[in-house]
């Protein structure tokens, strides 16, 4: 997958490539590319909703880390995720992705 759209607040971009898997209703993923060295989360899905948590290096050395909400939705046969995602490395600092089956 890749983030098709960005919040202004949102460090990815649609160079940052993750790789999700899922056993049972447990997910996680890693990811890099663009401003992303590397990041990973970890998470449960429920129904038609998935909420995890992350952390990531960027290029430049910064670490952050947060916590996301996200609507699974199916758009045209590709798996499509709207997230809301709150940094706890940067406190009142939240915004909105949304990522796509590639």
Request: hydrophobic share 35%; with cysteine; aromatic share 12%.
């Amino acid at each position: 997958m890749n983030v098709i759209e960005t919040s202004e607040h949102g460090i990815v971009n649609q160079e940052t490539i993750f790789h999700f898997q899922q056993q049972g209703n447990f997910v996680y993923a890693n990811y890099s590319g663009g401003l992303i060295k590397k990041g990973y989360l970890v998470g449960k899905m429920s129904d038609r909703q998935l909420v995890f948590t992350y952390c990531q290096v960027q290029i430049d050395g910064v670490l952050d880390n947060g916590k996301s909400t996200v609507e699974i939705e199916n758009l045209n046969g590709k798996i499509r995720l709207v997230e809301h995602f709150e940094f706890a490395s940067r406190p009142g600092v939240f915004g909105t992705n949304i990522f796509q089956e590639l």
